[in-house]
């Protein structure tokens, strides 16, 4: 069975389990504390485990040139990169007002550390787990330092490789053994063609002593929620108040309503999951009462005759004869009794039945 452990405090993820579902803010906030607070809210409403940020330092994520660079794209908040990354970054200060916010509407709260000084400031929020993105799922010197702090680590995969991924998981793993990995495929939206489901998969039998989940950037839900019957323990989905609004996310992250029905769906369908016992439920036995064949007599059988295949067939009879699947067994055993054309071969007709 896959590992479980508690991703946050009271609440454990893999195995049987229900799927953690985090509710990516990210910067869809638009840099405005009041609408990362309704956020979080409608992450609560819609029934999300989790809210989620990204923190940055950024001279500690981008060079210099990359902060200077023109950024004349319609979704930027200024003239170059590094401004329009400063209008969407929250400072400290307000981090700590969301994470007081979030814990008095009853929801968790984290945020991706896109820098090692992220990390350390997340550590000292005492964030309950640490999301690495996948822009640093390659960045071996940072996961190690965040493997050593000791928190859990839900680990996206985007842009790289299985070869790599297993590096990730061996480096992790010797620091610390309460980590996921997320299949993700880093476009915004997603093509179906590209989210490639079937890595799940692969990651449960390359990784079988951790939960696998999925962090998806296509439109709707339809994939997210089989992600979930194929095993993930863990969603993340982008999520925004308005798909129009400025910003490279929105276009691939769900507004309220889909969320709700997002949350409804896996819920849905963990419970359709089952034990994987196959047998006739109690549910079923309304129908089997009305419907199930059983064996009836093809022909009229004397008393003492010795069965053959040709005197028996299958049909919904009342009443309900011996189960249609031990019909071979009967052949060769002796009637006890008369039987009419057409009439129901019960148990106690059949000598030795009990022996079939």
């Known amino acids: 069975m896959p590992l479980t452990f508690e991703l946050c405090p009271g609440r454990m993820i893999g195995g049987s389990n229900p799927c953690f579902i985090i509710a990516e803010i990210g910067q869809n906030h638009q840099g405005d504390v009041e609408i990362a607070k309704k956020m979080i ?33 319609k979704h930027s ?14 400072s400290h200060e307000q981090y700590r007002e969301l994470q007081k916010y979030a814990t008095e509407v009853g929801i968790f709260f984290t945020a991706s550390g896109m820098d090692e000084m992220a990390v350390e400031f997340l550590h000292e929020l005492n964030v309950p787990f640490f999301k690495v993105a996948s822009l640093d799922a390659n960045n071996f010197p940072y996961l190690e330092n965040t493997a050593k702090k000791g928190r859990p680590m839900v680990v996206s995969s ?12 061996q480096t992790v793993k010797q620091h610390n053994e309460n980590f996921t990995i997320l299949q993700c495929t880093s476009a915004y939206p997603l093509e179906a063609e ?12 390359e990784f079988p002593d951790i939960p696998i989940g999925y962090s998806g950037h296509e439109i709707g839900i339809s994939i997210s929620v089989a992600a979930v019957a194929m095993g993930a323990k863990v969603v993340e989905r982008h999520v925004t108040l308005d798909k ?14 889909e969320l709700a029905e997002l949350v409804r769906s896996i ?79 019960v148990p106690e007709m059949v000598e030795g039945y009990s022996k079939c």
């Open 158 to 169: 985007g842009m790289q490789s299985m070869e790599t991924m297993r590096r990730v998981y």
């Open 41 to 73: 809210k409608m992450a609560k409403d819609c029934g999300a485990d989790c809210a989620k940020f990204q923190k940055s330092e950024l001279e500690c994520k981008f060079n210099k040139k990359a902060l200077e660079r023109p950024y004349n794209s």
């Open 244 to 257: 129009t609004w400025k910003g490279n996310d929105h276009s691939a992250s769900l507004e309220p309503a």
């Open 267 to 345: 819920r849905l369908v963990e419970r359709a999951m089952g034990t994987g016992i196959k047998q006739m439920l109690p549910c079923e036995k309304p129908c089997h009462d009305k419907l199930g064949k059983s064996v009836v007599a093809k022909v009229k059988i004397p008393k003492g005759t010795v069965l053959t295949l040709d005197m028996l067939t299958v049909k919904a009879a009342e009443p309900m004869g011996v189960r249609a699947e031990v019909i071979f067994q009967l052949v060769g055993k002796s009637v006890t009794q008369d039987i009419d054309e057409d009439e129901s071969v």
């Open 194 to 205: 590209d989210v490639n489901l079937r890595v799940i998969t692969e990651y449960q039998k």
């Open 77 to 90: 908040w200024g003239k170059t990169y590094g401004e329009h990354k400063r209008h969407l970054e929250f």
